[in-house]
């Protein structure tokens, strides 16, 4: 790839200029992924109320997932010959989800801020499926499957343990 240094250059019989496209839809997903990590955890270190136990372990387990996912996204940028986000500055520049910084967030509106959050995921994982079919990345594309599945799962989770009633 153009942007890549040639000490890291990444063998692969994909075309380069298709596999930009690729890489740049993976480092935003990536992004997105950090910064929906962050969030996740900071919500479960500050949920309050009479579902506590419940929110705080649900969103445990969300951050780990969601964690989990950040070194396979990497490493499939980096396996198609590209290079990947760098630091907390490269991630801020590409994350399009936003941060909460607030001093007090009702368990209500964390579970339906993280719901919509995990949405715009899987609107970032459809990016990279359809830019990974058009460059024949057979590997990317069938993987991306498996996080939009869990991204999925994870919306899920927030709207029905939001529901009243």
Do not use: C
């Amino acid at each position: 790839m153009a942007d890549t240094p040639s000490k890291l250059a990444t063998p692969t019989d994909l075309s380069s200029n298709a596999l930009h496209g690729v890489a740049e839809a993976l480092n935003a997903v990536l992004a997105d992924a950090y910064a929906l990590y962050l969030k996740t955890k900071n919500f479960h270190w500050h949920v309050s109320g009479p579902h506590f136990r419940d929110y705080h372990l649900m969103l445990d387990d969300q951050a780990t997932q969601i964690l989990g996912v950040t070194d396979a996204i990497a490493e499939r940028v980096r396996k198609t010959g590209g290079t990947t986000l760098r630091s907390i500055g490269d991630i801020a520049r590409r994350q399009t989800i936003k941060d909460n910084d607030s001093d007090f967030v009702s368990a209500d509106a964390m579970l339906a801020e993280l719901r919509d959050d995990n949405l715009k995921l899987v609107e970032g994982f459809r990016v990279v499926k359809e830019q990974a079919e058009e460059a024949k990345d057979n590997a990317t594309s069938g993987i991306v499957d498996e996080w939009t599945d869990q991204a999925e799962e994870r919306a899920w989770f927030l709207f029905e343990a939001s529901r009243k009633g």
